[in-house]
């Protein structure tokens, strides 16, 4: 599988963080933050992972020469009755 843009390696690794992590594969590392501001509270997770074996298969053809490690962010905004979400 090549990986030919930046816009696909966010599909992947939102992807690989979105489902449970595979028996045996080395757990992410998790932090959580909750703000409340004018009405508004904002929860970020984020998750991150240096485990060789996601590197290799996020990338396979050594495109980005260095890579050490991954992260993804999501932020969940409630506003009133309105609640959005951002990877």
């Known amino acids: 599988m090549a990986i030919d843009t930046g816009c696909r390696l966010h599909e992947l690794v939102a992807a690989h963080f979105a489902q449970p992590p595979a028996p045996g ?3 992410a590392e998790q932090v959580r933050t909750v703000e ?3 009405g ?3 929860v970020r997770r984020c998750w991150a992972s240096d485990d ?5 298969w996020l990338d396979p053809e050594r495109p ?5 490690s991954v992260a993804a ?4 905004r409630r506003l009133g009755e309105t609640v959005t979400h951002e990877t």
């Open 25 to 27: 594969a080395a757990p």
């Open 64 to 68: 980005w020469p260095g890579l050490r």
């Open 52 to 56: 060789p074996a996601l590197l290799a």
């Open 73 to 76: 962010v999501e932020a969940e």
């Open 36 to 38: 409340k501001d004018h």
């Open 40 to 42: 508004r509270i904002e």
